[in-house]
């Protein structure tokens, strides 16, 4: 039932900034957590942030101090800054949210159909 909807990908040079944005539809947005992920060519999906319904962030190491994850649960909407962005930040990428109910017994699991982010150098 819920739907993600990413935006804000393109083309940037080294060091520039991008923000990514994904909407969301459906009910109980507040209780996912929210993530990004990305997938480079040849490389498996990777957790790049993630952010609980209270507002807990993690970060990969690779993108601790130039990313920052955050939400509005107001509008259904988790974002991506994306600051001093590097070559090998180049990928596809993905918003996901999901929710553990029964104790973690089980896991709902949605995904955007992601948005490409290139940085050329």
């Known amino acids: 039932q819920v739907q993600l909807v990413e935006s804000g990908g393109g083309l940037v040079q080294a060091g520039g900034s991008l923000r990514l944005s994904c909407a969301a539809s459906?009910?109980?947005?507040?209780?996912?957590?929210m993530g990004w992920y990305r997938q480079a060519p040849g490389k498996q999906r990777e957790l790049v942030a993630g952010?609980?319904?209270?507002?807990?962030?993690n970060y990969a190491d690779s993108v601790k101090g130039r990313f920052t994850i955050s939400r509005d649960n107001a509008k259904n909407s988790v974002y991506l800054q994306m600051n001093s962005l590097k070559p090998e930040d180049t990928a596809v990428y993905y918003c996901?949210?999901?929710?553990?109910?029964?104790?973690?017994?089980?896991?709902?699991?949605?995904w955007g159909q992601g948005t490409q982010v290139t940085v050329s150098s």
């Open positions: 996901n949210s999901r929710r553990w109910v029964d104790g973690a017994a089980k896991l709902y699991d949605y």
């Open positions: 459906g009910s109980s947005f507040s209780i996912f957590v």
């Open positions: 952010i609980s319904s209270g507002g807990s962030t």
